[in-house]
């Protein structure tokens, strides 16, 4: 059989999985606004397999519909966000868990690259770079992991994650998430096998991510 992942995608799905990493990676903010003439444009296609790829990000909850042929991402709200933290804290804590006693040298230093180019992103105040660089340390983890049911919530999950997280004011996430020690703890930990050590640093990455964005967007509200 052939993989799934080698198989010519359609439109919608170029699209939607286009769309969806956009979304995971911090692209869109709570709020941002998408057209389904603006999608076509950069797509150059007709509106058609559009709104068919938007609705698909719609049945997952990370768009919402609005007027005049439109989606937004849903507005930030605490509830919600709090409800992510507790489900990522759990399915990720246990792909980290797992991941430590799977992990190759090879797998260790992919993550240690991932991570200095995070770093650099950091100290060069690229904010952009550094939830892109974030994103793939998570999803290395998980493929170190080998479970992809867990890894396919995962996917929903940090659709709803990345406009959280979008949701920092640039300077000040910068300033006050100067430190990649969960990151670095997680490294150390699939070093040494420490399955426990693994799924404690990233539930601590997790759980500091969304408090730091909540606390500076209530703080923030104009910016």
Request: net charge neutral.
């Amino acid at each position: 059989m052939q993989d799934a992942a080698a198989l010519p995608r359609s439109i919608p799905d170029h699209i939607a999985a286009t769309i969806q990493e956009e979304l995971a990676s911090g692209v869109y903010a709570p709020g941002a606004r998408l057209t389904f003439a603006q999608v076509a444009a950069r797509f150059d296609v007709s509106v058609t397999p559009v709104r068919e790829a938007l609705q698909r990000l719609v049945v997952t909850g990370a768009l919402e519909h609005r007027r005049n042929r439109s989606v937004a991402v849903p507005p930030l709200d605490r509830g919600v966000a709090a409800e992510i933290v507790l489900i990522r804290s759990q399915i990720e804590g246990a792909i980290a868990a797992r991941a430590a006693v799977r992990a190759s040298s090879d797998d260790v230093t992919e993550l240690r690259t991932i991570q200095d180019e995070e770093d650099a992103a950091r100290a060069g105040g690229d904010y952009s770079r550094v939830l892109r660089a974030n994103r793939r340390f998570h999803a290395a983890l998980a493929k170190i992991a080998d479970m992809p049911i867990a890894a396919g919530i995962m996917v929903n999950l940090w659709m709803r994650s990345g406009p959280i997280l979008a949701a920092i004011p640039r300077n000040e996430a910068l300033a006050r998430s100067s430190t990649s020690l969960p990151h670095r703890n997680v490294i150390a930990a699939l070093d040494t096998r420490d399955s426990a050590a693994a799924k404690q640093a990233i539930v601590e990455d997790i759980e500091r991510g969304a408090k730091l964005a909540l606390d500076l967007v209530e703080n923030n509200p104009a910016k």
